[in-house]
């Protein structure tokens, strides 16, 4: 059998990104001799393919290279743009900027005629909206993030936005608007909405669901969307493109039928002018890859529907796939690329075959089923996606995804087509609203009875394969229901039963965590949980802390060594949204919260791991901040953890006798600081592991090149969370220590000293 193009667009395009992404040696001339042999032998099938691979490749390699070079980190640039998004919280001011222009104010530095795409900061900000052209001022950086188990990637996140330089906006040259916002369809409705008088949640609701506006609704709207697992609801997807193409067909056929009764079966146009449809929605809803993705899909959802010269479902499905790579290659880092392609492969399996309901009886079972089946696979595909669950997410979209395709969308569509007539539409809209706030009143409902579970990062995987295997289990036709029933059983008893493996008594997890220019250490064993430091918190207001975790985690104690905001900038947080049995703090310093004085001499022991305060004394009255830090010493079996904070070297030598040697693991003072750190220390104690916990890009230059020259000469394997992301070591059982990090580096392995060669400063 001859095997169709879809399958081979769909792998060239995927083939692409892979080459585009690894980037192998020789790439670019294997590409130029296939052209030429396939072309020389008239293969032209083949020849595209090649082509097909070339272009998306290539469009990933232009993405790789945009990224802006570090030789301009903390270089002033002069950038010409157009705003695309301008969000408000507070004095900040975030924007998305796509670059027309770009040219550093000094002479002599790299060019950044690549950029494309900038997210900056901007303080105390004159009034800005999206569409206007702006000339700026700012300071950028190399796309960058924290990177935690388990947590969000940042770095990810701006990969896949195609987002190549963060930053902020500096005062001096004062921004200056350049023009206006252009002539937008878009940019009208949201105006004639804003004129309405609709109520703040209408107003949010209608311009999301109907104009694919997600960033007119605040934080609130997307934490319920979130805890109940109703987000794909909010963006313009399959469903909204699906029902505006359906309804022109629905409206466009009745006509074909009273004009040409006869052949109304026959006629096409109906079926363009769907497809017209689809495009101009997708284009009024700001043409962003989910409405692309969308409106992709539907056309060729379309043409299978026709009949006319059409492919089958699951030829369909690839060449969609093959053509939404094609024209988006970095879709595939999107989530919901892969949870849209999921759903429809599960649809087609689970409708393909069967016989076509009756009655209105039959449609509504046959809808409930669908969703009943889809909701394993979807929470799976989240859970990979988001690392948590809804629980209520599978019993609220039985309601909500009718109410929203069923009525919400229609009437909200029907408020825009009777804009003509003004009653008529805000009879609409009226209605509208009535039926969003009985959505977002069952949904708080949902959330307070079953609020949403975040699974430790260790069972989100086999948690995500036991759900897929339980939607194939009920997917797939053939199968006796014996089989289904008791592989269903044996799969929950699995994922009851499944829990993440715990430290044995005696043994301990030390994760440095990567908080940026801060820190945070989280020590764990069986039964106790210790947080040294809370990490930082920005201008902003935001606290990395706040990524880490979902609220409601228990800490048994909590040292923070000083109430530097680099150090205890997530305490008021930490005390917030989760439960703290002690804080402990040294004496004269003040965190925001009541605490117990750490102090010289405090012992504890918990589940065979042993914790010993060093310093600082019970007088600290003539001590800096910095040297009044607590200094921890844990022992788990034969190893042995330090931490020193921030103290200067001078007190090092106060209390560097009283630490038991060896030494297997020491987290670097004050980030790597060259006053910390001092000869004494680091020939007494040579430690085995060295970490600083310290910035990406620091302004500091930490840790300091004397530092990372002094260790090196002690033997030290040294990590830092500016280049290795977290860093996890488990202390306590037999053998030698390997610590593991959540940023792969490669040049660990090719270093000519092995593992250890690895940090450098960045000065």
Known sequence: MRMGVAIPLALA????????????????????????GFAAAGRWRQLGLVAVVALTAGQLLLARGADLPDGLLRADLAVEGRLESVATQGALTRLLLRVDDCRPLAPGRLPCDDLRRIRISHFQAPPMQPGERWALTVRLRPPAGFANPGAFDYRAWLWREGIQATGYVRDEPSPKRLAAPGASPRRLALTHLHERDLSPTAYRWLAALTLGAGERLEREDWDLLNASGTTHLMVISGLHVGLVAAFTLLVTRGVARLVTPGRWRLATWPWWLAGAAA?????????????????????????????????????????????????????????????????????????????RPRGVGGWVWALVRTQLLLAPLMAAAVLLAFARLAPAAPLVNLVAVPLVSSLLVPLGLAGWLLAPLPPLSALCWWLFERLALALIALLEFAVSWLPPWWPVPETVLP???????????????????????????????????????????????????DVGQGQLVELRSAGYRLLYDTGPRYRS????????????????????????????????????????????????????????????????????????????????AELSSNDRSCVLEVTAGEHRLLITGDVGRRIERAFLLDVERPLTALVAGHHGSRTSSGPQLVQRL??????????????????????????????????????DGAVTLWLGGDGKITPTTARAAPWRRSGVEGGCHAVESPH
């Open 13 to 36: 395009s995927l083939g692409g990104v892979a080459l585009g992404w690894l980037a192998p040696p020789g790439v670019v001339e294997a590409w130029g001799l296939a052209l030429l």
């Open 279 to 355: 495009i101009g929605y997708a284009w009024l809803s700001g043409l962003q890859p989910p409405a692309m993705r969308a409106m992709l899909m539907t056309l060729v959802g379309l043409w299978v529907a026709s009949g006319r010269h059409a492919p089958g479902p699951w030829q369909a499905w690839w060449l969609a796939l093959g053509l939404v790579v094609l024209v988006d290659p970095l879709s595939v880092w999107r989530p919901g690329l892969w949870l849209s392609f999921v759903a429809v492969a599960l649809l087609i399996l689970i409708w393909q075959g069967r016989a």
């Open 463 to 513: 948690l995500a394969l036991m759900l897929g295997l339980v939607a194939l289990l009920w997917a797939l036709p053939g199968l006796v229901a014996g089989l289904r029933l008791g592989g269903s059983a044996l799969l929950a008893l699995a994922m009851l039963t499944l829990a993440p493996p715990e430290p044995e008594p005696g043994a301990l997890r030390v994760r440095v965590q």
């Open 541 to 620: 207001g935001f606290a990395p802390l706040a990524s880490l975790w979902p609220a409601g985690q228990r800490f048994d104690t909590v040292l923070v060594s000083h109430d530097d905001l680099d150090h205890a900038g997530g305490v008021p947080l930490l005390a917030e949204q989760h439960r703290v049995g002690e804080f402990l703090a040294p004496p004269g310093e003040s965190i925001g919260v009541p605490f117990a004085p750490c102090l010289r001499g405090q012992r504890w022991e918990r589940d065979g791991v042993r914790y010993r305060v060093l310093w600082p004394p019970r007088d600290t």
């Open 686 to 723: 040579s430690p085995e592991h060295v970490i600083y916990s310290a910035g990406r890009h620091n302004a500091f230059g930490h840790p300091h090149a004397e530092v990372v020259r002094r260790f090196r000469r002690a033997g030290s394997c040294q990590w830092s969370t500016a280049e």
